[in-house]
C-alpha cells in the first residue's frame, strides 16, 4: 500500500536531462535524486554516474581532432543525428520532465528531438530547453528549470552564489591594461570559443580578443590568431579535459600554430568542466582563468610549454 506523502512535502518529479549542463543544475538546486536518466556525457556529480544513459553516438573520442572534426560533418551531411537518444529507454524510465537543449547538435539531443519523443509518450512529459549563450543566459537557464521542479528558491539562491563569487574576482585583479587573452575550444581545424567565454575572461581580469559575449564559436586561422598579438593562450577543448589538450597541442604540427605557441604564455583549462557546459561550474572556469592571470596551477588548470620548442 502506497503511503502518503506529508502535508507540506514536496513532489519530486522524474527528471530526464539528455546534456551534462542540465544535470549539473539539477545536481545544483538540491534535486539530483529527482534524476532517473541522464546523456552518456553526464559525469558530474558522482550519482549521475550511477543512472541509465539515454544517449550514444558513433564518433570516437579517442580519435584525432580532425577525424572527430570530419565525422561529425559527415553525419550532418547525411542528415543523421551526432546524438541518439534510445527511445526505449526512455519509454520504461516514464519521465514527467526532459531537459534537452537548442544550442548546438554536436554537444547534445536538441531540443526538436527531445519534443518528438516526448509526444510519443503517454502521458508526455514537459520538455524543457536550455538556450544560453551568455552568463546572463545560464542565469535564466536555472531560474527556468528551477521553476519547473518547483524549486525557484533554490534557482535563486544559486544564480545569487554565482554572481557573488564572480563579483569576489574584481578586487583581485592584476592592475593596469587587461591582459590579451585567445581561448581556443579546437586545434584542429581552429575554433576560438565564444559564447559565455569571453565574459569568464572579462571576470577573470582579461580582456579576450578572439570573440565578444555571445559569438558563436568560430573557425580561424592560426595567421588570424597571431595578428590579436595575445599575451595568453587559453586551450580549453569542447568536450575534452587538460590531458586531451596536452596531447593534441604536443602532436600539433602546424608551422604556424607551432611559431605562436612557441612564443606565447599557454594554459590549459578543462573545457569539459569549466567552459563547454553551460552550467554553474562556468564560475569555476572563471575563477581557474583569473588563476592563469596570475601564474597560479589549479586542479584543472594547467600550464603547457611545448616540447618541441626545446
Known amino acids: 500500500m502506497a503511503t502518503a506523502a506529508p502535508p507540506g512535502a514536496r513532489a519530486e518529479a522524474r527528471v530526464v536531462t539528455l546534456l551534462p549542463a542540465a544535470t549539473e543544475i539539477v545536481a545544483a538546486l538540491g534535486a539530483v535524486g529527482s534524476l532517473v536518466g541522464v546523456s552518456h556525457e553526464c559525469d558530474y556529480p558522482a550519482a549521475a554516474r550511477e543512472l541509465p544513459r539515454l544517449t550514444t553516438t558513433s564518433i570516437d573520442p579517442e580519435a584525432a581532432a580532425s577525424r572527430i572534426d570530419a565525422d561529425v560533418s559527415r553525419l550532418r551531411a547525411e542528415g543523421r543525428p551526432v546524438i541518439g537518444v534510445d527511445g526505449d529507454v526512455l519509454r520504461a524510465l516514464a519521465p514527467d520532465l526532459i531537459v534537452a537543449q537548442g544550442l548546438c547538435e554536436v554537444c547534445a539531443v536538441v531540443d526538436g528531438e527531445a519534443h518528438r519523443l516526448a509526444r510519443l509518450l503517454d502521458p508526455p512529459p514537459a520538455v524543457v530547453s536550455l538556450s544560453a549563450i551568455t552568463l546572463a543566459g545560464i542565469s535564466l537557464d536555472i531560474r527556468r528549470i528551477g521553476q519547473a521542479l518547483g524549486r525557484l528558491a533554490e534557482a535563486e539562491a544559486v544564480v545569487l552564489d554565482l554572481e557573488h563569487r564572480l563579483a569576489r574576482l574584481a578586487p583581485t585583479r ?96 578543462d573545457g569539459n568542466a569549466y567552459t563547454s557546459r553551460p552550467g554553474p561550474r562556468v564560475v569555476d572556469g572563471a575563477e581557474r582563468i583569473h588563476a592563469a592571470l596570475e601564474g597560479r596551477e589549479l586542479p584543472g588548470l594547467s600550464r603547457w610549454r611545448p616540447a618541441w620548442a626545446a
Open 174 to 269: 592584476p592592475a593596469g591594461e587587461p591582459r590579451r587573452v585567445v581561448c581556443i575550444e579546437w586545434l584542429e581545424p581552429l575554433y576560438l570559443a565564444g559564447h559565455w567565454v569571453p565574459e569568464l575572461v572579462a571576470a577573470a581580469g582579461g580582456r579576450d580578443v578572439g570573440a565578444c559575449p555571445g559569438d558563436h564559436s568560430t573557425r580561424r586561422d592560426w595567421s588570424e590568431v597571431a595578428a590579436l598579438r595575445p599575451d595568453l593562450v587559453l586551450v580549453a577543448l569542447c568536450g575534452f579535459g587538460v590531458e586531451r589538450a596536452r596531447r593534441d597541442l604536443d602532436a600539433l604540427a602546424h608551422a604556424e600554430a607551432r611559431s605562436l605557441l612557441a612564443q606565447a604564455e599557454v594554459w590549459l583549462l
